[in-house]
């Protein structure tokens, strides 16, 4: 007897294949995004990260239906909504949104604003919904406040409760923690990507601060001139980038060449924070050329005697001064490129 529910293999959620966007009055019309592909699948967070200009915002304005194709297409929940000169408006996608300044009706309360997208449910139950999430965001009680009673981390909750109450497809955030002070950033984040995942949400961000991707995202792409050079799970992209323009940008660490560290010949190697040490019996040398305090250790500049330098964290034990020669020793394998 055949099997009455064949195995369906999964589509991404969100699936991005060559999208190319250009911009009339660009310089020399170069794509603003270049041929990007990418695939979310279903309650994944990704994030995309990248210098100024990259493209980053320009990707979430194709994807939510502000930004016509010139290449490629875009599909959602398995649906063609995007592709050369042809695409779904933006309120048919079923996209939330969830911008850098948020947005909120400053004539409108928290309530109110949660509820503003659900004109197609009966007023009992729109009421429902954004109490809901209102308390999914932390902010149960304070459903009447109006914006600007609310600090800067309670209207961005406020933001993502209604960007979230649709119940969209997939959510865009642009920059959601960068109206706050850095402070409660990194705590932001954590609790953005709980929030996220407790709505069993699917959502691709934009974000300036690698620390904040390392702490929301599933999958992260790194990006530059319009293109990913990588996306991958933050852990991968830190331990194996693919090349050294990836290297250079995710994570801390110097450039030494192999013939300094004596590691063979013709290869750059990246060498994270924490990998130099001193040791008295250690087989490298450099001389420490400065320090500062940073709590609860001291980093130092190392210069080796090809001028190269490189950071070392000397801890207490460590009674080296300005000008001294130290004996060292690497802790683990820096990553290596072979030099071009
Ligand atoms: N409507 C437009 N017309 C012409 N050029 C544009 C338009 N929108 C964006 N650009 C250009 O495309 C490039 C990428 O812009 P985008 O906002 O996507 O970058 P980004 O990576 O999000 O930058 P940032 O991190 O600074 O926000 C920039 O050089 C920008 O000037």
Known sequence: MPDPMPPTATAPLLDLDAVTVVHPGAVGARPTVDGLSL?????EI???????????????????????????????????????????PPEARRIGMMFQDYALFPHLDAAANVAFGLHALPRAA??????????LVGLADRGSAYPHELSGGQQQRVALARALAPEPLLVLLDEPFSNLDVEIRGRLAEDTRRLLKAADATALLVVHDQAEAFAMADRIGVMAEGRILQWDAPEALYARPRDRRVAGFVGQGDWLRSETLGLGEGADLRVRP??????????LSAQLVSARFIGPEHLGRLRFDSGETAEIALDAATAARIGDRLSLRLAGEPLRFPRG
């Open 46 to 88: 990704g994030c995309l990260l990248g210098a100024s200009g990259c493209g980053k915002t320009t990707v979430l304005r194709a994807i939510a239906g502000f930004e016509p194709l010139r290449g490629g297409r875009i599909a959602l929940d398995g649906r063609e909504v995007a592709g050369p000169g042809t695409g779904l």
């Open 126 to 135: 729109r009421a429902a919904r954004a109490r809901d999430l209102l308390a």
């Open 274 to 283: 924490g990998q130099l040490v001193h040791d008295p019996v250690g087989p």
């Open 39 to 43: 695939q979310l699948a279903r309650g």
